[in-house]
């Protein structure tokens, strides 16, 4: 067998390494470099304490998730988590949770803090220094870390809020981590141990982020809290336009009646005030009366209705109002001494149980017209916006209110004129019977005026005679009856309007001179009428008293201007149905007398011509005779200077009678005041009514001078004068 060459065998041994074994004593890699079973174990211990560590942060950190998603706007619950989590897993023994505010910190939640070291905190803001952990903390912005708090330069030099730390706490090692929301420092989240022993870099890692979660609770809640605030403001704005709108519903369905308005309006404050009654009141000049309640205990309601009016004491609510007319507001009515030292405001107090109170006064035109009270019975003011809503409730009062009286004008100035026009219609349909005229009269005064009875007297220069009664009781109306003509006393009113021919209006007869000196006409009708407010209207002529009108009242409760002038209205117009009546009796016997004079023998004829009346100069004879017989009876003239006249025609009778009423008119003319026809004539019924009257006279005239025959015919003729 050839053996193989070496040039053969080298490329072989490029090709083939050669591997070395180890030798057999030579130590093995595990047993140089591997960890003993003892390592391992620890390995195994710290991964372990690793996971849990690292579990307990994730289930820290998702119970505080599950707390911020539990309860979104209520940081309490997720303050108090985040604590004791931190405090549990990072071993410490107490923490706290700041908020900060400007340069002051305030304690938001404690866990596990002496009590001592928590009342120092809260008692006041906590104002750090700068060289104490919180001053660095702040002026910093990040983490600091105090492993010995005794060990400070802060408390070596006395600072209060570390010392306070140390010996009311116990406090001695400490992490402060700052809560910063948009590079704004807004809280703290510290934790501390009353042993020196530092926190560890996860420890500390653990607190940050539960400061970071706390910051999204934060904001979390103030988000949610707007959102609410925004909602709750759109609520209440829109429970506000409901309650406005109803007010305004009941505003224009029942014009002119103030009660459902100020009751849907006290009780529309009331809810959404939330109070728990409330007063509505109409200023009196230095009082306020009542007008509506609503809310309060039956004893209130039934003691104030029967005092309605209210002066109020000095430093109530409505006294204040009265004073300054800006709302005043009371948070405890029982500790002010105007409520319970007065007699009149302290039994109401009691009744009501009234503690916080809101007054809102009710202007017009800077005018205080009233006031609106609502009131809580326990201590608790009441916020802007309520203010604000019951603001809004008084002006609406003032309108309804203005409305109300604009509208009650309307009506009254509507009845007003219905009345003057009744009263003239009946005056024009019986010009000569006054009795209607009265009657009338006093059946609208009554009523408008709100009257309970009135009558009629007119008055003769010595005596007043009642002319008309309405609505008396029947007492009073029987005794008029019998004693239909009287004198009056000095005292009385009917005297004073004697003298003075002023309008007399008696409050409160009762309280009159002329009732307590027992005069006998004035507690008459006191006593047996129930008269206590009275007013008596003069009724004029030229100055001249023909009259007064009264209208009474069971209750004192005194007229206003617009019917007192309505009342001396309604007397004019009495004085014209008087003078009318006059006038016309006057007119009617004038007319009477003309007729009978008119029923004389047919005017003399004459028997001579024409032509020989104007040829001659000698005294001429005239004779009664029929105008279609001729002459039948001879006379002579009254004297030679007067002239013939044709008169024996039917046409100079008509002529005749013409002239007659002429004089008629011109009589009752000169009776009117007047003595020449064309003038200006005032405005005065009497006058115009002659005017007419004469006029109608000379335009008959006129016409019958139409047909008169002309002067010197052939005819009979009739002395007459000849100027």
């Not at 009917?494 to 409050?507: D, E």
Request: glycine share 6%; hydrophobic share 40%.
């Amino acid at each position: 067998m050839r053996r193989r060459g070496t040039v053969s065998r080298k490329p072989a041994k490029t090709q083939h390494r050669k591997v070395t074994r180890p030798k057999r004593n030579a130590p093995t890699a595990a047993r140089q470099g591997g960890p003993s079973a003892g390592d391992l174990q620890k390995q195994l211990d710290a991964r372990t304490r690793e996971l849990n560590e690292a579990t307990a942060r994730e289930n820290a950190t998702s119970e505080v998730l599950r707390i911020i998603s539990s309860s979104p706007g209520e940081l309490q619950p997720v303050f108090e988590t985040i604590l004791e989590n931190a405090t549990r897993i990072c071993d410490a023994k107490f923490g706290n949770l700041y908020l900060c505010d400007g340069e002051s910190f305030h304690i938001a939640e404690a866990h596990s803090t002496p009590s001592a070291f928590v009342e120092g905190r809260r008692r006041a803001p906590y104002f750090p220094s700068p060289n104490n952990a919180f001053g660095r903390m702040a002026r910093t912005k990040s983490v600091i870390h105090v492993a010995d708090l005794v060990a400070e330069q802060a408390y070596i030099e006395g600072d209060p809020g570390v010392v306070t730390a140390v010996k009311l706490g116990g406090v001695r090692t400490l992490v402060v981590v700052p809560m910063i929301k948009a590079g704004e420092l807004i809280g703290a989240l510290a934790i501390y141990r009353q042993e020196v022993r530092p926190f560890t870099g996860k420890q500390i890692e653990l607190v940050t982020n539960f400061a970071t979660q706390a910051v999204i609770a934060i904001e979390n809640a103030r988000l949610l809290n707007e959102l609410r605030q925004r909602t709750d403001d759109l609520s209440e704005a829109l429970e506000q336009q409901t309650a406005t709108s109803e007010v305004l519903g009941v505003i224009s369905s029942s014009p002119g009646e103030l009660e459902p308005v100020f009751n849907v309006m006290l009780e529309n404050a009331i809810r959404i005030c939330e109070a728990k009654f409330g007063n509505l009141y109409l200023c009196e000049g230095d009082a306020f009366r009542t007008v509506a309640l609503h809310g309060a205990t039956p004893e209130y309601t039934e003691a104030r209705w029967r005092a309605p009016l209210i002066r109020p004491a000095a430093n109530t609510g409505l006294r204040r109002v009265l004073e300054t007319k800006q709302v005043v507001q009371i948070a405890d009515v029982q500790a002010v001494a105007g409520y319970l030292d007065n007699p009149v405001q302290a039994p109401f107090v009691q009744l009501s149980g009234a503690r916080s109170l809101l007054s809102v006064p009710m202007l017009k035109d800077e005018e205080l017209v009233g006031a609106i009270e609502i009131y809580r019975q326990e201590v608790c003011p009441f916020t802007d916006k309520q203010i604000a809503l019951l603001r809004n409730f008084a002006a609406q009062a003032v309108i309804a209110i203005e409305n109300t009286r604009l509208l009650n004008e309307l009506r009254e100035s509507l009845q007003q004129q219905t009345a003057t026009s009744e009263v003239l219609q009946v005056i024009s349909s019986s010009p000569s019977d006054l009795g209607p005229v009265f009657k009338a009269m006093l059946e609208n005064a009554t009523r408008l005026c709100e009257a309970r009875f009135g009558n009629l007297l007119l008055y003769d220069g010595n005596t007043f005679r009642v002319a008309a009664l309405h609505g008396a009781p029947r007492a009073w109306a029987e005794k008029r009856r019998r004693e239909a003509v009287f004198h009056t006393s000095s005292n009385s009113g009917l005297a004073r309007v004697v003298k003075t021919k002023r309008v007399q209006h008696i409050a409160d007869l009762t309280a009159e001179r002329a009732y307590i000196e027992g005069d006998p006409p004035t507690v008459a009708i006191a006593d047996i009428a129930g008269a206590r407010t009275l007013l008596l209207v003069p009724m004029l002529k030229e100055g001249e008293l023909v009259g007064v009108i009264g209208i009474y009242r069971h209750e004192v409760r005194p007229f206003t201007d617009k019917q007192i002038a309505l009342l001396t209205n309604f007397a004019r117009q009495a004085v014209i149905a008087i003078e009318n009546a006059r006038l016309l009796s006057c007119a009617s016997a004038r007319m009477i007398s003309a007729n009978h004079c008119n029923s004389r023998p047919p005017p003399p004829t004459c028997s001579r011509s024409s032509a020989a009346r104007r040829s001659t100069s000698a005294p001429y004879s005239i004779r009664w005779s029929s105008p279609r017989r001729g002459c039948a009876k001879r006379i002579k003239p009254r004297s030679p200077n007067h002239r013939m006249t044709s008169c024996c025609t039917p046409r100079a009778s008509a002529f005749r009678r013409g002239s007659l009423r002429l004089q008629r008119g011109l009589d009752l003319c000169r009776a009117a005041g007047r003595s020449q026809v064309g003038s200006s004539l005032k405005a005065n019924p009497f006058k115009l009514t002659m005017c007419w009257l004469i006029r109608n006279t000379i335009s008959k005239v006129k016409k019958q001078r139409a047909f008169a025959p002309p002067l010197g015919s052939r005819c009979c003729a009739r002395a007459r004068p000849s100027a």
